[in-house]
């Protein structure tokens, strides 16, 4: 009698966790078929594998300046400490793209650590704690913000962006690449100089597509050349301003030889070598000063 019952009971945990399991697969399959990027890898594509990008953007020492987009200097050192205890190996985009262009292989457990913006106080403060953790990382520089404070000599952590000599000093340092994030199309509808309403560096409603083409080509190359001409760096990545999409985007930014484009969307990316879709409009956590990178990777 009771060898019965201990084997129905066994039989029926094995049907609950089985049904768990099931149940938890088949719900991310739904979930990656439904994801608004058109082309991530799916999960059990052969050799495809798990790629978390964490988005920040400042640093802070001052605990009155800290909001979702701007994290104390003690939450993002708690971090990169995570990440290394836990296994996790911080690579640069320029390894994803080499590992889907099956030229290069991928750690056991990537990450992506991205910086929108180009904050003074990613040099400042990040740079000496991606030396002190072996990190890296990329950052997504707006044209006009780097051109502006490379012209006058203010680098308060508090509020400056980059300049050339520092954007020089985290490239020769190797651990950061850079990115494009527009030149002059960082605003959203009602901020000052956005004049049209345009959202980030999407296509407007009734604007044709040719219009849109020449908008946003020439807007990105202004900064391809000014990192080009000043830093010696040509972009591979576009980082959509605000994450704001359109599919013909997609199109003009591959013609303009952008390997890879990152987007928003809070969802996880699995990458596969020889399917370079996998990196079009690849999804991001931000990290804002509530949810940490432990909470994020768990
Ligand atoms: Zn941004």
Known sequence: MYVIKLKTI????????ISIVLGA???????????????AAAENETGAVRLPI???????KNPDKVNAYVISVNDFESDLKYLRDNGYTAVFMRDVINFVENSGELPEKPVV????????????YGLPLFE?????GLVSIVGTYTESYSQISDENPEYAYLNYDMINKMKDSGRFEFANHSYNMHMLPGMKG???????AAKLSGESDDAYREKLTTDAELTQNMLGDHCGITPEVYTYPYGEIS?????????????????CFDKENYISPGNPDCLRCLCRALRDNKRSAAEILN
């Open 194 to 200: 956005n004049d049209t309403g345009r959202k980030g």
């Open 25 to 39: 697969v088949g719900f991310r399959f739904i979930g990656a078929r439904n994801a608004e990027p058109a082309a």
């Open 10 to 17: 066994i039989f029926y945990v094995a049907v609950l966790i």
């Open 54 to 60: 964490l988005m920040y953007h400042g640093l802070t």
């Open 113 to 124: 650590i991205t910086f929108d913006d180009g904050f003074e106080n990613n040099c400042e």
């Open 247 to 263: 599919k013909a985007a997609e199109d003009i930014l591959s013609g303009m030889g952008f390997k890879a484009t990152l987007s």
């Open 132 to 136: 002190k953790y072996d990190m890296r």
